[in-house]
T-cell receptor, first 115, second 114 residues
Framework: AQSVTQLGSHVSVSEGALVLLRCNYS??????LFWYVQYPNQGLQLLLK??????LVKGINDFEAEFKKSETSFHLTKPSAHMSDAAEYFC?????????????FGQGTILTVHP | KAGVTQTPRYLIKTRGQQVTLSCSPI?????VSWYQQTPGQGLQFLFE???????NKGNFPGRFSGRQFSNSRSEMNVSTLELGDSALYLC?????????????FGPGTRLTVL
């Protein structure tokens, strides 16, 4: 079984400040991890994914995440927040040979960016 | 390449009715996954189809069903609608050959059950 926990349903930062969105996973086999962003009334867009090639993953719009097996974490960071980053962010996991096409999502974190 | 398209975008039904939602994947993608998104339960996996076969299924009642056609387009059907079925239904397509394949999401169909 696999699961994802996102700590903090709401995160608020000032424009230009560091963004840190937390994600912890549980998986009995090596996981593959994803971060998606969802803007209002839209579908989900991939920010980045961990495929076991490198533990530090860089994505679009200066987002990055680090896979830490010892902490079972895959936190998302961005050095400097922009107003356009305000959205809902989802961490997701898939693992195991029978999980094709199946992502298990966390509950989401709404990011608010203040001017 | 054109993205994933879903039709219709909005739908209003009454309890007891049935509904069919459609999803057209990115050209060349053979896998289509469906998800239900609600404020209370978040994003939940419904099922996945690959080359016209259901390969994975989530924990939803049998009222939720789907199918995939030879051109990879997919439909999902919900019969005997309940108020709790009100949700945003998202489909996503991918090549479907690797666990690490990126799933590309459509804009969703917002279903309201009255």
């Amino acid at each position: 079984a696999q699961s994802v926990t996102q700590l903090g349903s709401h995160v608020s930062v000032s424009e230009g400040a560091l963004v840190l969105l937390r994600c912890n996973y549980s998986s009995s086999v090596p996981p593959y991890l994803f971060w998606y962003v969802q803007y209002p009334n839209q579908g989900l867009q991939l920010l980045l994914k961990y495929t076991s090639a490198a533990t530090l993953v860089k994505g679009i719009n200066d987002f990055e995440a680090e896979f830490k097996k010892s902490e079972t974490s895959f936190h998302l960071t961005k050095p400097s927040a922009h107003m356009s980053d305000a959205a809902e962010y989802f961490c997701a996991v898939t693992s195991g040979g029978t999980s094709y096409g199946k992502l298990t999502f966390g509950q989401g974190t709404i990011l608010t960016v203040h001017p | 390449k054109a993205g994933v398209t879903q039709t219709p975008r909005y739908l209003i039904k009454t309890r007891g009715q049935q509904v069919t939602l459609s999803c057209s994947p990115i050209s060349g993608h053979r896998s289509v996954s469906w998800y239900q998104q609600t404020p209370g339960q978040g994003l939940q996996f419904l099922f996945e189809y690959f080359s016209e076969t259901q390969r994975n299924k989530g924990n939803f009642p049998g009222r939720f069903s789907g199918r995939q056609f030879s051109n990879s387009r997919s439909e999902m059907n919900v019969s005997t609608l309940e108020l709790g079925d009100s949700a945003l239904y998202l489909c996503a397509s991918s090549p479907g050959t690797l666990l690490t394949d990126t799933q590309y999401f459509g804009p969703g169909t917002r279903l309201t059950v009255l």
